[in-house]
């Protein structure tokens, strides 16, 4: 019970430390989402909350595009579906 315990904690602090770390900078992955969507990040200070913010809010909304895109496609094809059926 004791080593579970231990553990548990131990699993708890490497988590807490691993999110706040990714809330503080971006990681090379949403950078290159970022360039891909036209946005030129190589003049831009990342270190700015504001920046770092809008960034935050440019790829939420832009998942959220994606998602609502694959939605509508699939709720598209079974209404197709169910039309001709």
């Known amino acids: 019970m004791r080593k579970e315990t231990l553990l548990l904690a131990i699993l708890f602090i490497i988590s807490v430390k691993s999110l ?4 503080n ?3 090379e992955r949403e950078i290159k989402r ?24 440019i790829l939420k909304l832009n998942s959220k595009r994606k998602s609502n895109r694959t ?15």
């Open 34 to 57: 970022i360039n891909h969507l036209g946005i030129k990040t190589d003049l831009c200070d990342l270190e700015n909350v504001d920046i770092k913010t809008d960034f935050d809010s």
């Open 20 to 23: 706040s770390q990714s809330f």
């Open 71 to 85: 939605f509508g496609i699939v709720l598209i094809q079974t209404n197709v579906c169910h039309i001709n059926f």
């Open 25 to 27: 900078e971006f990681n």
